[in-house]
């Protein structure tokens, strides 16, 4: 069994120019993806949560429940002061979102890159939540 | 590894690619779906996604590289656990700097989104992701696993050591799945990816606990195996007998080998490959071990009556790879034990073998009277130093002298891995065929 030394190498600078080309292709490409928007639903109310001030700018959601349960959250306001914060917020609030919907609650994660307006989103979101309780 | 000298097989090895390159390109696919960038998207978020893509990838391979070197049935039968070990080495390689190039674009691309300093972006990144400082420390670990593994430093560092530090591999992974669970923005965002990030991880745990944990330990439930004696065969050689009840069960060839571990609390921390040198009977089985190691040379203070775990049989270097009868075995070092199988193995069926034995001196040549002269075995002893004898004993014109009629038989190597690149090399310049030429490194570092 003949040593093979480099291989591992080979194999990573494969995987790093593979990952950097699917990267590319993926952010230069026209994206036909849209955030979901919220529709107002028959059974469902909708309660706008406080406007948060956080260091890049101020996040205010609202929140749909259909009966006691979260089905929706729409993000009134994030940080646009800079291109970059609309960047990162457009990919951070729908995550934001899901994970709201998932936990059904104020208890959710942050998202990487996007500490603060995590931060902003769930003192919103419990402001929300606090107004039905 | 050549397709050539490791002929038997191939569409194992190809099923085993098969399933890494659709694991590979099933991440590939979440990672797709699973981050549709915005309009307007920064250099900075390009970065930290395909920071993202290579940490997934990084965590898909962790979880593959358990499974090649988990002893998993499968996997073994399916390429031969040196191959195993071969793709695991390479792949470990792949990991570190997968996991390396992560951490770089992850703070490199925050850094630009947010405009800080790295050291800024680094405290704001630890501070404000779900259990990131584990994974930092995990990280750690994982980079000083690579390190000890890198060829110059593997050189200084006895097996023992290289193990202890290897399986705080198992620490790194612990510490560095959470925060793939709880941070990682795909597989937050979707239940399903998470779901089946979370299996990939509890099915690996899985398949290592059965084949590393539970089947040893129901093995020796069954068998029983304990130390019967140790034969001190030269100074650096022993041998060790075992005896248990149906030992016949484990259906070990001739030339293959175990991961051995005696119970003793010195010993049973680690696991060491030792080919078997008989063919088993009824209640016997025999290794005999070179002293390549801190743990081989203290295994001849152990105590008869020693349990002993026994994970395998391993190893496809039986004597079912010959496709003639003409046989030339060449051992060297503790090699010569799974030689000394092979042999009674080939003679008990009728086939013509000739063992070349390799030792730098007379009382090396261990298991040498196990090789009695008779007919159908002829055992030629090759003794001195290369630097004394100003040549190589095993070089294709010693080689020639010794065996004159090598290019009609099929030639199996078994010892130090220097010395199995030169007999390859020498059978090759006397017109042996690569695909007669078997052999089988019995490392797992």
Redesign the interface.
Known sequence: MRARPWRGTIIFAGAAVAVAAVTVVRYTAPSSDTPTSSAAVEGTHTVVGDAERVTYGTVQVSVTFTGDTITDVTTLQAPHAHARSIAINARATPLLAREAVTAGSARIDTVSGATYTSEGYRRSLQSALDQVD | ??TA??PALPVGSLAVRTVLGVGVAAV?IL??AG????????P???????G???GL?ASFLVCAQLLLVGRVRWFERACGL??LV?WH??????VV??VL?HVAA?IL??M????RTAWGEVL??V????DLLLAVVGTVLFVAVGISSA?LVRRHLSYEWWFAIHLATYVAIYLTFWHQI????HL????VVRSAWITLYVATAGALLWSRVALPLIRHVHLGLRVEAVQIESPDTVSVWLRGTGVQHLRARAGQFFLVRFLTPRHAFTAHPYSISIVPTDEHVRFTIGALGDHSADVRAIAPGTRVLLEGPFGRLTSSRARGRRILLVGGGAGIGAVRALAEDFVADGSDVVVVHRAHSPQALVLAREFPVRPGLRYVPMLGRRADLGFDPLGPGPLAVAVPDIASREVFVCGP?GM??TVVRSARALGVERRAIH???LSLS
């Open positions: 590894m050549t000298q490791t590939f990672w797709w981050a549709p960038p915005v309009p307007g998207a920064s900075g978020l390009a970065i930290v996604a395909g993202e893509l290579a990838l040196d191959r071969s080495r390479s792949l470990g390689t792949t700097l997968l190039a992850m691309g925050s630009l989104v947010d405009r704001v990144l501070a404000g992701t779900p060829r709880r941070a990682g923005s937050v965002a979707d239940p891995a199995s690149e052999l089988e490194e």
